[in-house]
């Protein structure tokens, strides 16, 4: 028969296991979740906080680095505006330096504020994603977003330094069909449609006026004349195109015999050029010949020559002979009875 359990026992077993538990926290590891320097920034969503609890992952760019240390609500009497400020907790050890050093723990609000300001100029903001869609759980994106403004809601709580936050993806959407929404409720909805149903009266009063139907027969008419004219230009252009062909043919057969001229040319042409040169020098010697007699010519016709004086003296005589006739013409009876003086 067993004996009975003594709870003192237990309880006191139970005790032992948790006190070496947590020394082994503290001696392999576990005691720098107890011990870690945390810094502490708030967020002001506008987005519903629906699945965001607080202990929800933090992340930068996928990769955690704290968690949501509160959730609360606070009301602004000069705005009438409800703020819903998350405080997150960032784990200093989860950040290095460029060169694997974790970041310095000594750091003045100013410095803290600086590098803060840094990385909101480089386009760091927080926005809302879903862990799961089944769960509907959140969490907090840090990312860089260099082409959205950041929006500060510039409240203080509790001296804590604010993150600029992005409405969530679906908030986005939501707020674009909104002002869709409200540019399509502020158009004349009424007088564009009334418009559009006078256009369309007057369309089917066209289509049906006397004019529409006339330009209809008068368009089948041209379109059977244009059917016709293409019929007889198909005709009248095979026979053009058979002697185009021709032609064609023809034309390359006469390329074909003005290149063998030319080439027969081009071989010919040394012979032509050396018959030329031999011929200018024949009529060079001409000209030389033509030139002597010339200057010959010229000393027997000059004023000098005997030439000219025999060609005086017959001039002199055609003058006497012509005197001698005009003579005889006025006076015939000299020939019987001779000139009287």
Do not use: C
Request: charged share 25%; aromatic share 4%.
């Amino acid at each position: 028969m067993s004996k009975p359990v003594n709870p003192a026992l237990i309880g006191g077993f139970s005790l032992g296991a948790l006190a070496l538990l947590v020394l082994g926290l503290l001696i392999f590891g576990g005691g720098r979740e107890f011990s870690a320097d945390k810094v502490r920034f708030v967020v002001y969503f506008d987005s519903s906080l629906n699945g965001l609890d607080v202990g929800a992952p933090v992340k930068l760019q996928g990769v955690k680095i704290g968690q949501v240390k509160e959730i609360a609500l606070k009301f602004d009497p000069k705005g009438g505006k409800l703020y819903k400020p998350v405080v997150l907790e960032i784990d200093r050890h989860n950040l290095n330096t460029t060169g694997g050093e974790a970041m310095p723990k000594e750091m003045s609000l100013k410095e803290r504020k600086a590098n803060l300001d840094q990385l909101v100029a480089l386009g760091m903001r927080a926005r809302l994603e879903t862990q799961s869609l089944l769960t509907g759980l959140l969490y907090v994106d840090l990312n860089f977003y260099p082409d959205k403004e950041p929006m500060f809601a510039n409240l203080e709580y509790k001296d804590l330094l604010e993150v600029p936050g992005l409405p969530t993806t679906t908030d986005e959407l939501r707020n674009t069909a909104e002002e869709v929404a409200q540019k399509l409720r502020a158009l004349p909805l009424d007088e564009i449609v009334q418009d559009f149903a006078a256009s369309l009266r007057e369309i089917r009063a066209l289509l049906a006026s006397e004019e529409v139907k006339k330009s209809q027969i008068a368009l089948a008419a041209t379109l059977g004349e244009l059917q016709k004219s293409t019929k007889t230009l198909n005709k009248n252009l095979e026979p053009i195109l058979v002697n185009a062909d021709k032609a064609i043919l023809n034309g390359n057969e006469l390329l074909a015999e003005t290149h063998a001229m030319v080439q027969a040319l081009q071989k010919s042409l040394p012979g032509l050029v050396r018959n030329s040169d031999q011929t200018m020098l024949a009529a060079t010697a001409a000209l030389q010949q033509a030139e002597s007699a010339l200057k010959q010519v010229d000393r027997a016709v000059g004023p000098d020559s005997a030439l000219t004086d025999t060609l005086q003296a017959f001039k002199q005589a055609a003058r006497a002979i012509r005197d001698l006739g005009d003579y005889l013409e006025r006076h015939p009876e000299a020939v019987l009875s001779g000139k009287q003086q």
